[in-house]
């Protein structure tokens, strides 16, 4: 029995899957707005990332690292005032500032004097402007640096701990823990081993080592979805 001449004019005989894309004019309102409050936010933030990567080029060609301490130093708050003012994105702000290749690790390269930058009102001021970033409600991913993951082995007492605190300053612990590591780090406060290094070096993507009893391995990512 042929079934196909039953089927009307103008119609598909093809056959219904659950996977079938649904025309944008048959989704719901709501469904359609959100999508294009999704797609303006995503153009917004394409065009204010551009305006603040032509920024961050043009302060780098002030970058000398021939001035006295002081100026450099001066240099990196001005930087800073400057990107803050077009930081689509708290993570654009660190990078350009305080990351590996920002300002003020190009102008304070090496580690006697970056220590001592670390200690200044100057870098106490850029932490400030990170903070107030962090605090505003930008998108929580940047498109032009992707998250990574780290596992870190704690005691339970330990994790405990940083629970209790996030939950005293109503914060996530990933956001508590972001914090931390963005703090100055006193070189003396780290314990040092004989032991030989255990786990992955950073950036590695071996497997990771043997979980002894006594400890717990917690999770943190580096953004601000927790």
């Known amino acids: 029995m042929n079934f196909e001449s039953n089927t009307p004019a103008g119609h598909s005989s093809a056959p219904w899957s659950p996977h079938a894309e649904v025309p944008a004019a048959t989704k719901p309102v709501s469904t359609r707005l959100r999508d294009k409050a999704a797609d303006e936010a995503g153009e917004r933030l394409a065009a204010e990332m551009k305006v603040f990567n032509q920024v961050a080029e043009e ?11 002081a100026l450099r ?10 990107l803050f003012g077009v930081a ?10 305080l990351g590996g290749d920002g300002v003020a690790r190009a102008l304070f390269c090496e580690a006697d004097e970056a220590r001592d930058y670390e200690c200044s009102e100057e870098h106490s001021r850029v932490l400030e402007m990170l903070t107030v ?3 505003r409600d930008l998108p929580e991913n940047d498109p032009h640096e992707p998250q990574r993951m780290i596992t870190v082995r704690i005691p339970k007492s330990l994790h405990d701990a940083i629970c209790e605190e996030a939950n005293s300053l109503s914060v996530s612990v990933n956001k508590l823990c972001i914090s931390r590591m963005l703090q100055k780090v006193d070189p003396s406060m780290i314990p040092s081993s004989s032991q030989k290094r255990r786990g992955r070096r950073p ?12 400890v717990e391995v917690r999770e943190v990512r580096l953004d601000e979805a927790v």
Do not use: I
């Open 88 to 97: 689509p994105t708290w993570t654009a702000f660190y990078r350009e500032v």
């Open 133 to 135: 970033l962090r605090s």
């Open 73 to 82: 130093r001066r240099l990196v708050v001005e930087t800073a005032t400057e």
């Open 203 to 214: 950036g590695g993507a071996g497997a990771p080592k043997a979980v002894s009893e006594s």
């Open 59 to 69: 302060l780098k060609a002030k970058r000398d690292l021939k001035l006295p301490a």
